[in-house]
């Protein structure tokens, strides 16, 4: 049985005395132990297709912030890789595509669905080594990129400010795209039901490159998908559905059926429950920079997140936490959020 079972709680609707609280990319580079194992090996990949390891960095924010849920530490580019197109990361530079989607015949030859999806081993032995390391202390959290942000960095081949070069397929080609897009729906359907089976509790989706697109095409070209998706979740576990920059399709999100819905840090939580009303289990969305500030404002703007949004709140960022953050502040932070009951 789990110990501390409050995110699962609000989850499931359930009362709690307080949001729980994880933090975006807690596991990583604001904590001294990870930088000392990621520092022992030849590189992220290493870390990431090493289970063992993996389960120790996961969890390390754990042990460190007591933070009330672990989330697996991988990448969104396993994906990509084991449908045929392999990934680096490269220092300072960020994610590096050697081939990319060019026509047709490139869409034509990923491997997809469950065939593709369970060729990621080293995930699914990382998630079975982190339940046994955990204990049954928190749950954890496994996720994926959403199909659209995948597509992102299929087609370009590297990170963008614009990702102009995928838009521009949706609107040249859009059959090719709704191709592509599709196959990597079967991929990430089949991706997340093997990690519930290795031991995820909570799955978040994570569609990074949201706000580069408008309305219309987000309804065409990723509402559907997104749809599909957490349709084969449903009463398998809870979902999170974080749309980074999606603002023009709150409402649709809303209805696209997970469990909670992530807010970014441009939103203020009143307009989104304004929006949405009171039921919908709302994530996040404190200004990551919030972070560098002193430890009274920080104190300050978790109270004012959660006078804004009310119940039905998981607490976190509005964004990953930035690897530069002052750690003193992140665990102040956690405290801040678990010393604030509920009337
Ligand atoms: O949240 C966690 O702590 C779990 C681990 C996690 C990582 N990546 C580890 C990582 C998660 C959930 C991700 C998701 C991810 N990866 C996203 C979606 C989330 C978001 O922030 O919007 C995206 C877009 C990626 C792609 C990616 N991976 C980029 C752009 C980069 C380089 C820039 C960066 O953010 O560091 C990575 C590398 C990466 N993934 C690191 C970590 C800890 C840094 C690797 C290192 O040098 O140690």
């Not at 998908?225 to 974080?242: A, G, H, N, S």
Request: a neutral charge; charged letters at 20%; hydrophobic letters at 40%.
């Amino acid at each position: 049985m789990l110990q501390n079972t409050i995110l699962l709680d609000v989850l499931n609707h359930k009362p709690v005395s307080r949001p729980p609280i994880w933090i975006m990319r807690q596991a990583g580079r604001i904590l001294p132990e990870y930088r000392a194992i990621r520092g022992s090996l030849s590189g992220f990949k290493e870390l990431v297709q090493t289970p063992s390891l993996a389960a120790e960095v996961t969890v390390q924010p754990v042990d460190r912030l007591g933070v009330d849920a672990a989330i697996i530490f991988s990448d969104i580019l396993v994906i990509p890789e084991c449908m045929g197109l392999d990934y680096n990361l490269v220092e300072k530079v960020g994610p590096i595509f050697p081939k990319t989607i060019e026509s047709e015949a490139d869409i034509d030859k990923l491997g997809f669905g469950e065939s593709a999806a369970s060729s990621l081993e080293y995930v699914f032995d990382a998630l079975s080594h982190t339940k046994k390391a955990l204990d049954n202390r928190v749950p954890l959290i496994g996720f994926s990129g959403a199909p659209w942000t995948l597509m992102c960095y299929m087609i370009e081949g590297k990170g963008s400010k614009t990702f102009s070069k995928a838009k521009a397929m949706l609107y040249k080609e859009p059959q090719l795209s709704h191709k592509l897009l599709s196959k990597l729906t079967d991929t990430i359907i089949a991706y997340l039901k093997l990690k519930v089976a290795a031991g995820a509790d909570v799955l978040q989706i994570f569609d990074s490159w949201a706000g580069v697109l408008n309305k219309e095409l987000y309804n065409e070209f990723c509402i559907p998908y997104l749809q599909r998706i957490l349709k084969e979740l449903d009463d398998i576990v809870p979902t999170i559905l974080f749309s980074k920059g999606a603002y023009f399709a709150l409402s649709d999100l809303n209805k696209c059926g997970s469990t909670a819905l992530g807010v970014d840090w441009t939103l203020s939580m009143k307009h989104v429950r304004q929006a949405i009303g009171d039921y919908k289990i709302l994530q996040g969305n404190m200004d990551p920079c919030v972070l560098y500030g002193s430890k009274e404002s920080i104190a300050l703007q978790v109270k004012k997140v959660i006078a804004d949004v009310g119940k039905n709140h998981i607490f976190n960022l509005g964004h990953g936490v930035y690897p530069d953050t002052p750690l003193e502040n992140v665990m102040h932070f956690v405290d801040s959020v678990k010393s604030n009951t509920y009337e």
